[in-house]
């Protein structure tokens, strides 16, 4: 017992240190310009010194949600677009992500393994090592400015189809077997046995889309250059430094779908976790 509270104890500075920015955050959203600009001084001004700050304002004031909300219908152009990238790229990934999953998880095919260590290799792969042929590729295509250039390469990522790979992994090869016997077709046994039971790790893998793509800067960056096609990722940048209560109001609005997904599926998270662990 007291070793486990050694370790709590131990953990909760970092925890904290990790929160911070959150807190700085939702405090800098409440506070007013004068404030924020005494605060922020040294920053505005380019002088010398540490900024300092409050946890708590000293008048809190809604003006900067205000001046968010409802007058600037910029914010609601770019929050548009990301909702829309994000459901587009993440439907895209249930269509192809899970049949091919389902594919490499049951079915047995010459080359199948090297097919699969391809998928691997692709995930692992970062962006900046793939950029040049996806621009190459989206260029012949002509789909370049558009929003597709963004959603085409996401609906064809690796990581959901290797996530959801692992999760059909962990269904007894038996009970397929069992089914069969009964007289249940492929699709089924697809439909009726294996999208259940991999539930957590087709969910996990949404719940971890989402979070990448709402938050995904380096792609529309490389392939957008009309601003009204810029995601809120984009957006939150080009604020300028004098508006920072305005910053933190668009941020904190921005994070509220991240957490409430997170939220949401943190239960289904932790299954396609334990799930991608486990060996065949």
């Keep these: 017992m007291a070793r486990r509270g050694f370790f709590c104890l131990l953990l909760t500075g970092p925890v904290l240190l990790m929160c911070a920015p959150v807190f700085l955050l939702l405090s800098g959203s409440i506070m007013s310009s004068q404030e924020l600009s005494v605060y922020l001084q040294p920053l505005f001004q380019g002088g010398e010194g540490y900024i300092s700050w409050r946890a708590l304002p000293f008048y809190p004031t809604l003006e900067h949600y205000r001046s968010l909300l409802l007058y600037t219908p910029q914010f609601f152009t770019v929050f548009w677009n990301s909702a829309r990238l994000v459901t587009i790229i993440l439907a895209g990934q249930l269509l192809v992500g899970v049949p091919a999953a389902w594919g490499f998880a049951v079915y047995r095919f010459r080359g199948k393994k090297l097919f699969f260590t391809i998928y691997i290799v692709l995930m692992l792969l970062p962006f900046q090592v793939t950029m040049l042929s996806q621009y190459l590729v989206l260029c012949r295509v002509g789909v370049m400015n558009t929003h597709w250039a963004v959603i085409l390469p996401a609906v064809f990522s690796t990581f959901p189809v290797f996530l959801i790979y692992r999760g059909f992994c962990t269904i ?96 289904y998270l932790e299954q396609g976790i334990v799930a991608s662990a486990l060996k065949e």
């Design 172 to 267: 007894p090869s038996g009970l397929l077997e069992a089914g069969r016997i009964d007289g249940a077709g492929e699709w089924r046994l697809f439909w009726q046995i294996g999208l259940p039971l991999a539930s957590g790790g087709i969910l996990s893998a949404m719940v971890l889309g989402f979070l990448e793509y709402w938050n995904m800067i380096e792609q529309p960056l490389a392939f957008l250059k009309d601003k009204s096609l810029w995601p809120l990722s984009l957006y939150l940048p080009e604020i300028s430094q004098n508006r920072a209560g305005f910053a933190f109001a668009a941020s904190v609005v921005t994070l509220v779908p991240s957490v409430f997904v997170f939220l949401l599926g943190q239960d």
